[in-house]
Structures are given as structure tokens and as C-alpha cells.
């Protein structure tokens, strides 16, 4: 059994940055010792045989080839029915 003393609550705390009263020293000690207990129980478990779980969906990474597309549109004439045009780009009111 993995029993958490004071003194490792209050260096986690220190490591934390936290600044913990007397009474949750005792409930985080408390609360610790059985969180390393529970994964005490994890790790007695007889996991051999099994594969790892990556992926539940059966579904791969697909990438597409980076690869810029012509659609066959000139700048001009994507721009030529903007209301305000600047520097070849459309100009828009200011967004925050």
C-alpha cells in the first residue's frame, strides 16, 4: 500500500506552488494514498496477450499530398466585383 506521509503532501505542494491550510494537507494525503493504491491495482493486472489499444474506429491517419490547386481563376477577375481592393487583396473594416 502506497501511504502518503505530510511531509510528501507538502512537497508536492511546494513543487505545485500551492499554499495548503493544515486540514487539506490531511484530505489531499488522503485523497493521494488511495489514488496510488488504485493504480497499484492497475499495474497487478495480468495484461499479457493483449495488444495496445491505439485506435477504436479502425480509422488511419489520411493526409492529401501538399499540393497548391489550380481552380483557374485570374486574381483580377475575382477581384473586380469587390468593393474595396488593396494590394490585391479584398479590404475589410477592421475586426477585434
Do not use: W
Not at 492529401?64 to 485570374?74: A, F, H, L
Amino acid at each position: 500500500m502506497s501511504k502518503l506521509s505530510r511531509d510528501d503532501v507538502l512537497k508536492l505542494a511546494l513543487l505545485s506552488r500551492l499554499k495548503l491550510t493544515d486540514d487539506e494537507i490531511e484530505r489531499f494525503r488522503v485523497e493521494l494514498s488511495s489514488i496510488l493504491e488504485y493504480v497499484e491495482k492497475l499495474n497487478s493486472v495480468d495484461v499479457s496477450g493483449l495488444e495496445p489499444t491505439y485506435q477504436v474506429t479502425g480509422l488511419k491517419n489520411v493526409m492529401r499530398k501538399d499540393e497548391p490547386v489550380d481552380y483557374g481563376y485570374e486574381t483580377e477577375g475575382l477581384l473586380k466585383n469587390a468593393p474595396a481592393v488593396k494590394d490585391n487583396q479584398f479590404k475589410v473594416k477592421r475586426v477585434l
